[in-house]
Antibody, heavy 125, light 108 residues
Framework: EVQVVESGGGLVQPGGSLRLSCAASGFTFSVFWMSWVRQAPGKGLEWVANIKEDGSEKYYVDSVKGRFTISRDNAEKSLYLQMNSLRAEDTAVYYC??????????????????WGQGTLVTVSS | EIVMTQSPATLSMSPGERATLSCRASQSVSSNLAWYQQKPGQAPRLLIYDTSTRATGFPARFSGSGSGTEFTLTISGLQSEDSAVYYCQQYNNWPLYTFGQGTKLEIK
């Protein structure tokens, strides 16, 4: 059974840092792109970051560029999100998601096929 | 950025009826459109991908259609457990994913 389980959320002051982790099981982690998606309280979904199978490509939504870093450890089957310079607007449930689909010579066409239960990050003084 | 707009924001239906949820893209996303179901307190769950392919575990009551900029999620024979928020998401503009704001489906 495919599972992804997030951890590391909590309460942090504005300007602070937090590192989220996602433990994967039930699939060959090293052959999938992975993502972080967040959801502010009572709001919709927002894609945050993607990372390629081998970690060689990383992409971010503009609002977190320069502050957040996505990484992975394929040996440990784990995904991470290092969040620095946190702001109140970063308050959200952060979901780890497996990315499925395909890439052509032109682009990739991938969606989120498995999601974790999420971990809550609250940025407040 | 491709903006995804869903309508209506809330849909109130009765058991057994058919619900039609709409999703519009600000520019063509071809058929690279997914739908997710999110029940209260739960993570989103992939419902449909590639506009019309149902994900594992969802019955044929759920169907998707459309292309380009106009997409529809249809749920027939509504059941109480279909109450959820449904999000559309485009993945044509790799790697910049965008979601719609969601449609809340209430079954009363």
């Amino acid at each position: 059974e495919v599972q992804v389980v997030e951890s590391g959320g909590g309460l942090v002051q504005p300007g602070g840092s937090l590192r989220l982790s996602c433990a994967a099981s039930g699939f060959t982690f090293s052959v999938f792109w992975m993502s972080w998606v967040r959801q502010a309280p009572g709001k919709g979904l927002e894609w945050v970051a993607n990372i390629k199978e081998d970690g060689s490509e990383k992409y971010y939504v503009d609002s977190v560029k320069g502050r957040f870093t996505i990484s992975r450890d394929n040996a440990e089957k784990s995904l991470y999100l290092q969040m620095n310079s946190l702001r109140a607007e970063d308050t959200a449930v952060y979901y780890c998601a497996r990315v499925e689909g395909y890439c052509s010579t032109i682009s990739c066409y991938k969606y989120f096929d498995y999601w974790g239960q999420g971990t809550l990050v609250t940025v407040s003084s | 950025e491709i903006v995804m707009t869903q309508s209506p924001a809330t849909l109130s239906m009765s058991p057994g009826e058919r619900a039609t949820l709409s999703c519009r893209a600000s520019q063509s996303v071809s058929s690279n459109l997914a739908w997710y179901q999110q029940k209260p307190g739960q993570a989103p769950r992939l419902l449909i991908y590639d506009t019309s392919t149902r994900a594992t575990g969802f019955p044929a009551r759920f169907s998707g259609s459309g292309s380009g900029t106009e997409f529809t999620l249809t749920i027939s024979g509504l059941q109480s457990e279909d109450s959820a928020v449904y999000y559309c998401q485009q993945y044509n503009n790799w790697p910049l994913y965008t979601f719609g704001q969601g449609t809340k489906l209430e079954i009363k």
